[in-house]
Each structure stands twice: as C-alpha cells, then as structure tokens.
C-alpha cells in the first residue's frame, strides 16, 4: 500500500536521495526549497511524499501562495521553473496528484499548478506556452564548447574579453543583488529582496555559486548559479547600464558554462525559463540553445478562474511604467513585499 506522508526534517534526507536518483526530478524538487518559500516570503508549504514497504517513492513540493493582489493559489513549485509529483511508480504518482487534489478542496483554495517540464498531466488544463526553457549539453571543454556558441555570440564574448573584463566566482549574494536589484527596476519589476538571495545560499551551501564580471574592478554583472547532479542552472542574474557596451553579458553566461564544465564536471547547461517575445528569450535563441515549451497544467476549483499574473497582461502595463520612475531605493524597499505574490 502507497501512504502519503507530511514531509518533516527527518525525512529530508531521504526525499533529497530520491530526487537525486530520479531521473525525472530537478534540483527544485529538492527539501530544502520548503524553508526557503517559508522564511523567505511566509507562504505556508504542503511538501508530501509517498511511501511504500518503508521506502519513498514519490514527493510532491507543493506551496500555498496567498496575497491580497495576486490571488489565491496551491503551486509546485513557486519561485522555481519545474514541479510536480515526481514518482518511481503509477501507483505513487496516482496517489500524490490525488492527495493534491484533495488538498485543494479542503482549503477552499481557488486552483492548483503543476510546472512540468516535458509533459502535461493527463487531463488537467494548461496554460498557454507562454513561459519556455532553454537546455542543452556542454561538453566541459572550453575550445569545444566556444565553437558551438553561434558566431555572432560567439564574438561578443570576445569583445567582452578583449575589454579586459575579467571574472570571479564566490558567494557573494550580497554584490550580486546589488547588480540584480538595478536591472529588474530598469524593466519596471519589483526586485526579490537580499534577504532572498542569502537564504539561498544558506539553503544550498554547496550547490550554489556567485558569477561576478569585472570591468576595472567594478562589478559590471552578475548571476546566481546552482548546481545539480551534472547541471548548471544559472538562475538570478542581470547587469549594470554600462554591461551591454561592454558585452559584460555573453562574457558573464560563457565564464559560468567554462566554470561548470571544467571545474564542477557540468554537462547540461540549463539557461532557465523566459517568456516568449522577451529579450531574455531571444538573447537565449541567439545563444543557439532551442526554446522548450513548458507545460503549466492546472485545476480550478468549481466557479474560480485562473489568475493571469504576468507582465505581459495589459492592466500591468500602467503599473510596469509607474515603478520605473520609483527611486531605487524606495523600490527595493517595497519590492519585496510585493513579488512574494508573484512566483
């Protein structure tokens, strides 16, 4: 018999061993991305795994976002680009949708998401392909892995190098949002507070690294990297007015893909998601990485409908333009109250 059990401490051992060896599961299916949705934005979790003879077979991370402007909602994940159940049999799988299910009857909550990666559920509703991911191999040897970067790309970090940026790798979070919160402010997009970055890092103390261009000694750009099984992921990042004269972003993307692929042993390079008609996502095609549509499945509840939370709807527009002309440092100040509701 499949039972379903509340994730505790004493099990985040052997749930992360699971993760680790399911090839389906992703480095945001991993327990420590519980506390991380706790202390850092206050949404309650729901983390469930199943388990069979003693042993898990299945997980499913699960948060509850709930704000007053951005709705009512049971996520997995939050503040991550995959989720789901992930599980080692039907049976398990069954088991996990099901409790997730009743979850969301038995708190009233409005909808239910699963961000998956390859595949819709079976029978549930999807949201239309607007959020892609970019992967593709590396090979861990830097001429190799140059030449496959198309040619144009493949000058830019050039002229990044021969602008004499050089760059470092630590753990700094703290430089890093430093550079992050400007560039979201510049798009018009309430910033993830520091406060964020560093539980990160306290969450994933091994799997997680700081990328820093230099130009003169001044950070020029940055990205939040993690590491998982043979990947990297680099997932936070943005640069400085003067990165994009510099090339201080190619050179920034190539110094963590020859970084993983020498010094960490990394294979996949997983670009991470953007929205299709961004430039972030053309930035990435240009990169010659193919656009992988990502499967947002759902489930509403009788008579709710699904909040459309996005930049790209229309009754944003106004407050995108309205935050733009924010002083910077009342941004930071209130950003972070406000994109809690925004995973």
């Known amino acids: 018999m499949v039972r379903i059990r509340e994730l505790d401490d004493g099990a985040s051992a052997a749930w992360d061993d699971f993760v680790h060896r399911t090839p389906d599961a992703t480095f945001f299916h991993l327990s420590p991305w519980r506390q991380v949705i706790e202390r850092a934005f206050g949404h309650r979790t729901h983390y469930a795994y199943a388990e069979q003879d003693g042993a898990i077979v299945g997980v499913l991370p ?37 409790h997730a299910m009743d979850l969301m009857r038995r708190t009233g909550v409005p909808s239910l998401e699963f961000r998956r990666r390859d595949a819709a559920d079976e029978g549930w509703a999807e949201r239309p392909a607007l959020h892609h991911t970019f992967r593709r191999a590396i090979t861990g040897d830097a001429e190799a892995d140059m030449k496959a970067i198309p040619r144009k790309q493949r000058a830019m970090v050039r002229k990044g190098i021969s602008n004499g940026l050089t760059s470092v790798s630590d753990r700094d979070t703290r430089r890093l949002h430093h550079v992050y919160a400007r560039m979201v402010h510049a798009l018009g997009t309430p910033v993830f507070s520091e406060k964020y970055f560093r539980i990160l890092g306290e969450a994933f103390p091994d799997q997680h690294d700081v990328t820093t261009v230099l130009h003169e000694d001044r950070p020029v750009a940055a990205v939040l990297n993690f590491h998982f099984r043979d990947e990297v992921l680099p997932y936070y990042g943005g640069g400085t007015p003067q990165a994009r004269g510099l090339a201080a972003n190619d050179f920034l993307y190539w110094e963590v893909m020859r970084r993983a692929g020498a010094e960490r042993g990394a294979r996949m390079f997983d670009f991470g998601r953007s929205k299709a008609g961004t430039g972030a996502f053309d930035f990435k095609r240009n990169w010659g990485f193919e656009a992988q549509p990502l499967h947002y499945c759902y489930q509403l509840r009788q008579g709710a409908t699904l909040a459309e939370n996005n930049p790209a709807n229309p009754k944003f527009k106004l407050m995108i333009a309205a935050w733009r002309r924010l002083p910077l440092q009342v941004a930071n100040l209130i950003g972070p109250q406000i994109v809690r509701g925004l995973g």
């Open 62 to 98: 699960l948060a509850r976002m709930k704000t007053l402007l951005f709705g009512d909602a049971l996520i997995s994940t939050p503040f991550c680009v995959y989720g789901g159940p992930v599980a080692a049999t039907p049976q398990a799988a069954a088991a996990l949708e099901s």
